[in-house]
């Protein structure tokens, strides 16, 4: 398994993954989320691989770019309420279907960790939403503790 940052022309199969998750936001939350996948979503994937501040980061297995996830500086100036804070989110993550529960999420999470940790960070952050179970049960398999929540109540 090869765990790396993506090259350009990787991200049309990068899209492909993107769709999945879209795919799932949407049955998952469909008053939020839009269907298909528009030429803007596709799109986006070149503003991601072209913005300093964000890294799309590949698994590679047999050949076939199987998950990804991206990477995104934050820097929050202090204000009257916090300090300064600075760190890395997991904008976006997905391991394709046909390669699920074989680890690939896991080796990209140590990867991620890894190059965090090089560049000085000491906390990754991400979000997530709360019918996605499954993501929820991989993000605390690997660690990650819940420290803030939306909430919600429908009229
Ligand atoms: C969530 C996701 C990234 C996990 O990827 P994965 O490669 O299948 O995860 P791993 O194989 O590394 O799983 C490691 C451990 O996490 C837990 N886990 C992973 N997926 C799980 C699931 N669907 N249900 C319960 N536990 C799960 C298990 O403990 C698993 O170990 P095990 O397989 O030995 O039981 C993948 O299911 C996915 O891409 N889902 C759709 C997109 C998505 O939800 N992205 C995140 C939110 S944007």
């Known amino acids: 398994m090869d765990v790396r940052f993506a090259k350009e022309?990787?991200?049309e199969r990068v899209n492909e993954l993107r769709k999945q998750v879209n795919d799932l936001h949407v049955?998952?939350?469909p008053d939020i989320?839009?269907?298909?996948?528009?030429?803007?979503?596709a799109n986006h994937v070149y503003t991601i691989f072209s913005d300093p501040d964000q890294k799309i980061v590949?698994?590679?297995r047999d050949g076939v770019l199987c998950g990804f996830a991206v990477l995104h500086h934050i820097h929050k100036p202090e204000n009257p309420f916090m300090y300064e804070r600075d760190f890395l989110d997991i904008d976006e993550f997905c391991v394709d279907e046909a390669y699920r529960r074989t680890g690939v999420?896991?080796?990209?999470?140590?990867f991620i960790r890894s190059h965090a940790k090089?560049?000085?960070y000491d906390r990754i952050e991400l979000?997530?939403?709360?019918?996605?179970s499954g993501a929820l049960a991989f993000y605390e398999a690997v660690g990650f503790t819940t420290y803030r929540r939306y909430m919600e109540m429908r009229i």
């Open 27 to 29: 049955a998952g939350r």
């Open 118 to 120: 090089t560049q000085g």
């Open 9 to 11: 022309t990787e991200l």
């Open 33 to 41: 989320f839009k269907p298909g996948f528009s030429e803007e979503l």
């Open 105 to 110: 999420a896991t080796e990209l999470i140590a």
């Open 127 to 132: 979000n997530m939403w709360e019918f996605n």
């Open 58 to 60: 590949i698994c590679e």
